[in-house]
């Protein structure tokens, strides 16, 4: 069976992860209790937006749209309960994307 990321979402995402701190917001997600301790929500639903750009040390608007780029490309999720915005990331598709990867390059 030859599944692969479709060509159009395959761009997204790798424009996405051409961005250091994109990179590294995923990583931070990958073990959201070791990097976002102080979090007063189960991790069930993903890490609050406000826990992020806390980490990242950067204007609220700016980690909102890499957060949006990443969710765009399909590699995060987004959850809103209330006011708040959880992330989390789509362990599915990051796994297609590898494999695709592996298979195109």
């Known amino acids: 069976m030859n ?21 590294q917001i995923l990583d931070w997600l990958r073990d959201p209790q070791k ?3 102080q979090q007063e929500h189960a991790f069930l639903l993903g890490v609050c937006a406000g826990q ?5 040390q950067l204007a609220q608007s700016t980690v909102s ?10 590699l995060l999720t987004c959850q809103k309960l209330g006011q708040i915005h959880f992330f989390k990331r ?4 990051i796994a297609e994307l590898a ?7």
Do not use: W, Y
């Open 3 to 23: 599944s692969t990321v479709p060509v159009a979402n395959l761009d997204l995402a790798l424009k996405a992860l051409a961005n250091p701190l994109r990179r």
């Open 52 to 56: 992020i750009e806390r980490k990242c």
């Open 90 to 93: 789509r362990e599915d598709t």
């Open 99 to 105: 494999r695709t990867m592996e298979m195109q390059l």
């Open 65 to 74: 749209g890499h957060l949006t780029t990443l969710q765009s490309a399909g």
């Open 35 to 37: 990097h976002f301790p």
